[in-house]
């Protein structure tokens, strides 16, 4: 549930009450996920209508992934530092949003132990990060975006869910934070916005699971 500011924010406060408890009970047990794992203050609804398609976090543009429904992760204490990088406040030490699409199969494994640059099948963008940052990027590096349609949403592989007699079909991504500085910006490999290649694990931070039912889309299209 959300419950914390939520007549106050300029966003919040345009989801409908009857949305707050969105269950997917049968998604979340297929991606091998318990319920400590969430923070369900934080889901939310980007299917709405109403909603702004962006706004700034830390200073940059930060582009809602609307369609999308956001199952807030359980990040309560699990970093060092303060929560100001996790604000809404567009002010400095927060850290930006990007979206890293993925395979239902890295689920469990991104929500226990965040992306790791040992997912990245090909660092397509390397030599160029190696120009723009130096030799300190010349190792393995990992990609969010900053767009999720037509950026992180070509690498979010959909997957079926049966429950009963039905059978539905979904994909998956992470909405993260980045830190400021620690990444290098690419027109490419996405078709919208920017890639952001990072090679320290600790500067992205997911923390919510995002969702959209590809079957429900299709029959509203």
């Known amino acids: 549930?959300?419950?914390?500011?939520?007549?106050?924010?300029k966003v919040l406060h345009l989801i409908a009450s009857a949305r707050y408890q969105y269950q997917l009970t049968s998604v979340l047990s297929y991606l091998q996920l318990r319920p400590s794992d969430f923070d369900t203050r934080y889901n939310l609804d980007y299917s709405q209508p109403?909603?702004?398609e962006e706004e700034r976090r830390g200073?940059?543009?930060?582009?809602?992934?609307l369609g999308w429904y956001r199952h807030g992760l359980n990040v309560a204490n699990k970093y060092p530092d303060n929560n100001i990088w996790l604000g809404q406040q567009n002010i400095d030490g927060e850290w930006p949003v990007a979206f890293h699409g993925t395979q239902s199969q890295a689920v469990s494994s991104i929500t226990l132990k965040g992306l790791l640059p040992s997912f990245t099948k090909r660092d397509v963008k390397k030599n160029?990060?190696?120009l723009q940052a130096g030799t300190a990027v010349n190792r393995l590096?990992?990609?969010v975006a900053t767009h999720c349609t037509g950026g992180a949403d070509a690498y979010a592989l959909p997957f079926k869910v049966s429950n009963g007699d039905k059978?539905?079909?979904?994909?998956?991504?992470?909405?993260c934070r980045v830190k400021p500085g620690s990444f290098t910006s690419h027109t490419d490999p996405v078709r919208v916005g920017e890639a952001w290649r990072i090679v320290d694990p600790e500067a992205v931070r997911p923390y919510?699971?995002?969702l959209k039912n590809e079957t429900i889309q299709t029959q509203r299209d």
């Open 167 to 175: 059978s539905e079909e979904f994909r998956v991504m992470f909405q």
């Open 208 to 210: 919510g699971l995002l």
């Open 128 to 130: 160029d990060a190696v």
């Open 50 to 52: 109403g909603l702004p």
């Open 59 to 65: 200073q940059y543009q930060y582009y809602l992934p």
């Open 141 to 143: 590096g990992l990609y």
């Open 1 to 9: 549930m959300i419950r914390s500011g939520f007549r106050n924010d």
